[in-house]
């Protein structure tokens, strides 16, 4: 499964320039349908602390259902006006997240060494 041109530049990365939407609809490898239906079998956010992006401008997943998502991780939530590829339109956003996370880990670790 592949997602049209038209669809990658209006909904998947619409916060992009469209000149770059349509590179990333044109170098798009597609998914296994497949994948939607996996089981998983443990997953971690039911363990160990967990942060998430809400994408408020993402047009391939709900921002309502990426909180719904969130919330039932305990994750915690950033939200961004953003479409579903915010790593690549607000790259230093994603990357304070990224930051906030490994740093609260690392204490986390250290408080649990023995």
Partial sequence: MTLPTDAVVKHFASDLPAS????IAATQVPINVSAFDAKVSAAAWKT??????VSKLDGA????????????MKATTTELNASHVPMLSQPQAVAAVIM???GKASVASAGQAH
């Fill in 100 to 102: 906030d996370a490994a």
């Fill in 20 to 23: 770059e939407a349509r590179v």
């Fill in 61 to 72: 997943i709900t921002p309502d259902e990426e909180r719904f998502f969130a919330k039932r």
């Fill in 48 to 53: 160990k602390p967990s942060w998430y992006i």
